[in-house]
């Protein structure tokens, strides 16, 4: 059972403009909600994390923002950078340490 | 402040085998989890260990073990290896029970 849907698969930006990728859960008890970037032959990489209390979270070029009632969240990339070109994966758990649900992904490439 | 660490980084096994993978945890943490991640997918949770003890089992076949030592690393046991069980092992530490994962750069397990 899928958990956690993302969407799009793939994305292709010009530099300088706005990402966005989309996620949807189902499991209300769900209590944190991350985003991953990761490179290829690399590990996921934390970039920003949230919990249902706030609607939006905001660092640096990173900013996620959450609706609790549709059981929703997105991650915007502002003024996307070539260096960006990597692969997000949203992700869901109760509580940050515990069992984490990952989306299937999203393949950013930042074209110059 | 070293962080997560895993080895081998490639492993080429064949069908029937057994294999161990291995996983230091970032120092000071507690709590260390493992994930397969398949080709284009988001990593899956296989189980997560507390102060040696298991703290919770994904959707994976007891052929898949695991164990804590003292000093926190961690070792993944996989017995009677199936092609499928090709993937990138990812493990994860993080400080305590509520704080973010931390992820090493995997171990990639081919099975021939």
């Known amino acids: 059972q899928q958990q956690v849907k993302q969407s799009p698969q793939s994305l292709i930006v010009q530099k300088g403009g706005i990402s966005i990728i989309n996620c949807a859960y189902e499991?209300?008890?769900?209590?944190?909600f991350p985003w991953y970037q990761q490179f290829p032959g690399k590990g996921p990489a934390l970039l920003i994390a949230?919990?249902?209390?706030?609607s939006e979270k905001k660092e640096g070029r990173f900013t996620i923002s959450f609706n609790k009632s549709a059981k929703q969240f997105s991650l915007h990339i502002m003024d996307s950078q070539p260096g960006d070109s990597a692969t997000y994966f949203c992700?869901?758990?109760?509580?940050?340490?515990?069992?984490?649900?990952f989306g299937s992904g999203t393949q950013l490439t930042v074209l110059p | 402040e070293t962080g997560v660490t895993q080895s081998p980084t490639h492993l080429i096994k064949t069908r029937g085998q057994q294999v161990t993978l291995r996983c230091s945890s970032q120092?000071?943490?507690?709590?260390v989890s493992w994930y397969q991640q398949a080709l284009g997918q988001g990593p899956q949770f296989i189980f997560q260990?507390?102060?040696?003890?298991?703290?919770g089992r994904g959707n994976f076949p007891p052929r898949f073990s695991g164990l804590q030592f003292p000093n926190y690393s961690s070792e993944l046991n996989v017995n009677a290896l199936e092609l499928d069980d090709s993937a990138l092992y990812l493990c994860?530490?993080?400080?305590?029970?509520?704080?973010?994962?931390?992820f090493g750069p995997g171990t990639r397990l081919t099975v021939l």
């Open positions: 994860a530490s993080s400080l305590s029970q509520n704080n973010e994962q931390f």
């Open positions: 499991n209300t008890a769900f209590d944190y």
């Open positions: 992700a869901a758990s109760k509580g940050s340490a515990r069992q984490l649900t």
């Open positions: 260990y507390y102060r040696e003890e298991e703290n």
């Open positions: 120092s000071g943490h507690n709590t």
């Open positions: 949230i919990r249902p209390d706030v």
